[in-house]
């Protein structure tokens, strides 16, 4: 299982962290999401087939690109 702590600056509160995790479970092989609106990041795990590119992919199409 991969792991990554997002830093998504476009966080503003909880329900930002909400849209953030049903977008990324719905992404086959994400097993959870959890966020921090207050420091503005989210921490993903996945197994194959979800990737670190596919979950880049999403956060930008939800208009959450992550910075690192």
């Known amino acids: 299982m991969?792991?990554?702590?997002?830093?998504?600056?476009?966080i503003s509160c909880g329900h930002?962290?909400?849209s953030i995790k049903n977008e990324l479970?719905?992404?086959s092989?994400?097993?959870s999401v959890?966020?921090?609106a207050a420091k503005k990041q989210i921490t993903v795990k996945w197994d194959a087939p979800a990737t670190l590119e596919k979950i880049r992919i999403i956060l930008r199409e939800i208009n959450y690109p992550a910075t690192n």
């Open 2 to 10: 991969e792991q990554k702590t997002f830093s998504i600056p476009n």
């Open 25 to 27: 479970t719905a992404l």
């Open 16 to 18: 930002c962290v909400m």
């Open 29 to 31: 092989g994400v097993k």
């Open 34 to 36: 959890e966020g921090d």
